[in-house]
Nanobody, 121 residues
Framework: QVQLVESGGGLVQPGGSLRLSCAAS????????MGWYRQAPGKQRDLVAT???????SYNDSVKGRFTISRDNAKNTVYLQMNSLKPEDTAVYYC???????????????WGQGTQVTVSS
């Protein structure tokens, strides 16, 4: 059974920083893309940033220059460094991993349980 466990959310003032972490565990053969999505109340879940196993990254335009995604392949962990946070960044942040388990023929996506990020003074 694969699990993605996020940590690092919380309450921060506008202009502040937070670092999210997400560790994948279980019978994992290989992880392709990892990423972060977010969902604000009453809105759809949106892509924040993704990173491939080779280190290629992509970002939502709204976070470019403020957020940085990175990963440690040896630890099956992805990070999201969030700087210059704005109230509109407030949302539940979800980790995502596209991976293959040992003994499986298929790649599939997995989600974490989500971590709340609140930006408010």
């Amino acid at each position: 059974q694969v699990q993605l466990v996020e940590s690092g959310g919380g309450l921060v003032q506008p202009g502040g920083s937070l670092r999210l972490s997400c560790a994948a565990s279980g019978s994992i053969f290989s992880i392709n893309t990892m990423g972060w999505y977010r969902q604000a109340p009453g809105k759809q879940r949106d892509l924040v940033a993704t990173i491939t196993s080779g280190g290629s990254t992509s970002y939502n335009d709204s976070v470019k220059g403020r957020f940085t995604i990175s990963r440690d392949n040896a630890k099956n962990t992805v990070y999201l460094q969030m700087n210059s946070l704005k109230p509109e960044d407030t949302a539940v942040y979800y980790c995502y991993a596209y991976l293959k388990e040992y003994g499986s023929r298929y790649w599939r996506g997995y989600w974490g349980q989500g971590t709340q990020v609140t930006v408010s003074s």
